[in-house]
């Protein structure tokens, strides 16, 4: 077991070796050279005093002038370099400063235990984050390498696109995988399993309906991936299908709308599937749309219903000009835009909850 440890901490030792040089490329280099550098040789050296079974007292004297030490580089970087230091820069100064002003102030007062959790757990925290950011970016690259791959010219055109709109799923999903590893580090749970057990069972109940982490989550995705794949149809009509077949402009905008509403109103089925609602308790929809429109939703189903007319009928047209008193202007596009979508969506979500 003895040698066991050794061997993981030499294993430690050398992913921190290639972590300091692939964030020598890939990080902002004043970020990388006043605080990932820094603590990148802190936490090996730490390593190596910890597989040479250094006494006891000499590790504390060793963690309390390394919070010195970074006390007096945050109050350099403040005073010297206070231009270098601003937004996202400045707070991850501040909380290194906090963080060493504690863990000195714990080892000043006798509280060494809790200066050497504090110490691990700060250093494991970093290099953790370290690691789901860069298998965030290697994702990414994954991703924008399998778009431009795919025999769809469309998909190839836009991958860098394409990508772009991924990024929010995936700086959600690693950030969670970071909070859930983070219990761990921070030794709130001994193992991944039951943080993230724990962490998706929390929650509070409305009604019948228990809101946790994991349902926001499911919904969120689900909502997330029908206006992606909304969009992802909508660029491959315009772009590669309906200008093969010299259709007007206006009509390919009217064929692409359609089938947005229709991707969504296909979603939101599946989410009330997911949600536990049976789908014959549509009629029961149905009642909280009538009262909600009754009670103040008549202009949102009015500028629906508008915005559909001149879809089908077409009186304007992209590109045409229109006058409206003094203004004048050229039509863009045609529709409902999501400023009817989201209230009448939470509405209605809030209505079958209640009910």
Known sequence: QHLTVEVSEFFYFLTILTLTRLAAVLLDRWLYRNLLLPMFLVLMLTLVLQMIHTPGAFLHLYIFSVCIFGLLMFLKSMVWNRKESAGLKRFFLYVDGVLCLVIAGAEIFGYSSIALYLFRSFLYSVIAALIFWMLFLFTAGLLELCFSGLPVKVLQRNSALLVRQCVPALVLCYGLLFLIFSLVIWQVYPTFAEAANSFTNLGFFIGSFKISPGFILMVGLIIYGAVLLSRAI?????????????????????????????????????????????????????????????FGLQAVVNNFVSGLMLLFERPIKVGDMIQVGTETGVVKNLGCGPRWCAPLIMRTLSSLILT
Do not use: C, M, W
């Open 234 to 294: 909508q660029a491959l009509l315009l772009q590669e299908i309906l200008p093969r077949h010299g259709i007007d402009v206006g009509v390919q905008l009217s064929i692409t709308r359609l089938v947005h509403y229709a991707v969504i109103v296909i979603g939101f089925l599946i989410l009330l599937q997911a949600l536990g609602l049976e789908l014959n308790k549509l009629a029961i929809l149905g009642g909280a749309l009538g009262v909600g429109i009754g």
